[in-house]
């Protein structure tokens, strides 16, 4: 079975991927999607992990903070 990793680590099915929900905490799941494509059902393929480290992990996550901080202010 293949799995699709999200930047923070979190493994999803493939059939997660591109399904139109965001299912990783950045959405990183919805992006790079075919345009009326879409996950769930049909053939499993190979997707490759995408692989981070933790300070990349807290990068990001830096990043998805400031942007709820400025969506509020």
């Given amino acids: 079975m293949f799995y699709f990793s999200c930047y923070d680590g979190e493994r999803l099915s493939t059939s997660a991927r591109c399904n139109g929900f965001p299912d990783c905490a950045l959405g990183e799941d919805e ?28 990068i990001s996550n830096i990043f998805a903070a400031y942007a709820i901080y400025a969506s509020i202010e």
């Avoid at 992006?31 to 990349?56: D, H, I, L, M, P």
């Fill in 31 to 58: 992006s790079n999607c075919e345009v009326g494509g879409g996950g769930g059902g049909g053939e499993e393929e190979e997707v490759y992990a995408t692989v981070v480290t933790e300070e990349q992990v807290f």
